[in-house]
């Protein structure tokens, strides 16, 4: 297993700016871009964070299929909906201007909804609903992705991982916040099980003949040639309910794609007709509720809270002592990160030294020998 090495909050984020900028991102984007993939660590959610910086986003942009700096097309609007074109630049910066217009309407009207398409992966799902929650609105987002899902009794990758994300405020320090694929597991956690020599565990992925996939380097080459797929949420038969997994994930599906006429499924290989990289196009949605509207945002975040309250305090398994409710681990993981900073792993370590010499960067980082 590799070793981690901690990197302060205020370094990661400087370093990553300066990255960002000499590649063309915009100074404002690239605080934006960089503040979404620390976000993922706050939470201690690894893999989607930092580690994920040069391959998703470095390379990206230097192999011409993201662009740095991102044209915001507003194709449509009404007073509580609008549709974006984001051109293929940077999916962190296009969905959060597209959230706060979501943000906006609710603050106005009661409800916003904008759907975006034309876009590129946007991180950690969970930082749009919680733009939401930090400003007393209920938060929602998905996105489509990649294909990497088979239907229920398929073989075939049809539909993404395609996140299915709730942020709710309440009356406690943290808020309630539900963000996670509709496969078991999603390709970020391959990678960091690749990358850490662990083997992925049974039933999260299977290969075209139904058998289960545990060597984590090999479902990531097959998982692009389209010779293994993950298991929905459930598995991938009917007695554990598999279909409510690929069912949801064709929700989402519908939402990022419908909405605004955007690409979907196959669409989303990021491979031209000739083998060579292609921009994703990908879409997601936003949509934000504001609770005064409806009995009042003091009454919504008490019973938000009591619901929350009475699932911890109730009767416990054997074996366990602690009932925890969504966005609560991600709470504690902050509680203890926070004066320690940015988890690194060896391999990563590597990819930021190289990153920082190719662009000519100053910072130095504690994982360095002297």
């Known amino acids: 297993m590799e070793n981690k090495t901690y990197v302060s909050w205020e370094l990661m984020g ?16 690239a605080m934006i871009c960089a503040d979404v993939l620390m976000e993922s660590d706050r939470r201690g959610i690894e893999s989607h ?50 959230m ?25 799902a969970g930082y749009y609903a919680t733009m939401a929650t930090h400003q007393g609105l209920i938060g929602i987002t998905g996105t489509n992705t990649r294909p990497s899902m088979a239907p229920t009794f398929g073989a075939e990758n049809m539909l993404g991982t395609n996140p299915f994300t709730f942020g709710m405020p309440t009356d406690e320090e943290f808020p309630f916040v539900l963000d996670g694929a509709t496969t078991i597991t999603q390709r970020g956690r391959i990678e960091y099980y690749a990358r850490t020599g662990r083997p992925t565990p049974e039933g999260m992925v299977v290969a075209k003949d139904g058998s289960p996939m545990t060597d984590s380097k090999q479902i990531l080459a097959d998982l692009t040639k389209g010779d293994a797929f993950f298991a929905p949420l459930g598995g ?21 794609a419908a909405l605004q006429a955007g690409s979907y499924m196959k669409m989303l290989t990021g491979i031209g007709e000739h083998g060579e990289k292609a921009p994703y196009h990908l879409g997601h949605f936003f949509m934000a509720i504001d609770p ?79």
Request: overall charge negative; glycine content about 10%.
């Open 49 to 98: 964070g930092c580690n994920r910086f040069k391959p998703i986003y470095v390379d990206r942009i230097i192999d011409g299929i993201q662009k740095p700096v991102t044209e915001f097309e507003i194709v449509r609007e009404t007073a509580t909906t609008a549709v974006v074109d984001g051109h293929d630049g940077m999916g962190m910066v296009i969905s959060y201007r597209a």
């Open 292 to 370: 005064e509207a409806f009995m009042g945002a003091d009454s919504f975040r008490k019973t938000t809270g009591d619901i929350l309250r009475a699932l911890r305090a109730s009767s416990k398994a054997p074996g366990h002592e602690r009932i925890y409710t969504a966005g609560e681990k991600e709470y504690l993981a902050w509680l203890s990160l926070k004066d320690k900073g940015v988890p690194v792993l060896e391999s990563v370590q590597k990819e930021f030294i190289a990153v920082r010499d190719s662009l000519g960067l100053p910072h130095r980082f504690p994982f360095e020998k002297e």
């Open 14 to 29: 400087d370093f990553m700016v300066a990255a960002f900028e000499k590649l063309g991102v915009p100074r404002d984007d």
């Open 100 to 124: 706060q217009m979501a943000i906006d309407m609710a603050k106005s009207y009661g409800m916003g909804m904008v759907a975006v398409r034309n876009s590129t992966h946007y991180g950690i």
């Open 236 to 256: 991938t038969n009917e007695e554990l309910a598999g279909y409510k997994g690929y069912g949801y994930a064709t929700v989402v599906e519908i939402l990022s």
